[in-house]
C-alpha cells in the first residue's frame, strides 16, 4: 500500500520561500505521476504542479515562475520549492501519485484530481 507523508509547511512572510517534501514508501511504479494540490477550507482542492517519472513537469499558471516540482528517486521522495510566497497561498498542501502510462494520462490526472494515493496535508500560512 502506497503511503504518502508530506512536511515542509509552516508559517512565512510575504515573500518568503518554503520546501515542500512528500516521501513515498510502499511505491511500486515505474511509471508515475506525482502532484501537489491545494485546498483552503469552502474551496475545492486545486492542483499546483506535477511530475511524472520521466521528469516532465506542469504548473498551473499562478505558481509559474515560483514554484519548482522536482524529485528525488533515490529518496522516494517529491519537492515543492515555493518562492516569492504571497497570501493567497495559503492552503492545505497535499501530495498525490498514481500509475500512468504517459505524459497524457499524468495530465489527465490531475486535471481531475483522480489520483489513488493521498498524503495527510501540509499546512502553508503566508502573512502579508
Known amino acids: 500500500q502506497v503511503q504518502l507523508v508530506e512536511s515542509g509547511g509552516g508559517s512565512v512572510q510575504a515573500g518568503g520561500s518554503l520546501r515542500l517534501s512528500c516521501a513515498a514508501s510502499?511505491?511500486?511504479?515505474?511509471?508515475?505521476?506525482m502532484g501537489w494540490f491545494r485546498q483552503v477550507p469552502g474551496r475545492e482542492r486545486e492542483a499546483v504542479a506535477s511530475i511524472d517519472s520521466d521528469g516532465s513537469t506542469t504548473y498551473v499558471d499562478f505558481v509559474k515562475g515560483r514554484f519548482t516540482i522536482s524529485q528525488d528517486n533515490t529518496k522516494n521522495t517529491v519537492y515543492l520549492v515555493m518562492t516569492n510566497l504571497k497570501p493567497e497561498d495559503t492552503a492545505m498542501y497535499y501530495c498525490?501519485?498514481?500509475?500512468?502510462?504517459?505524459?497524457?494520462?499524468?495530465?489527465?490526472?490531475?486535471?481531475?484530481?483522480?489520483?489513488?494515493?493521498w498524503g495527510q496535508g501540509t499546512q502553508v500560512t503566508v502573512s502579508s
Open positions: 510502499g511505491f511500486t511504479y515505474s511509471s508515475y505521476c
Open positions: 498525490a501519485v498514481d500509475r500512468t502510462n504517459s505524459a497524457f494520462e499524468c495530465y489527465d490526472l490531475v486535471q481531475r484530481a483522480a489520483f489513488g494515493a
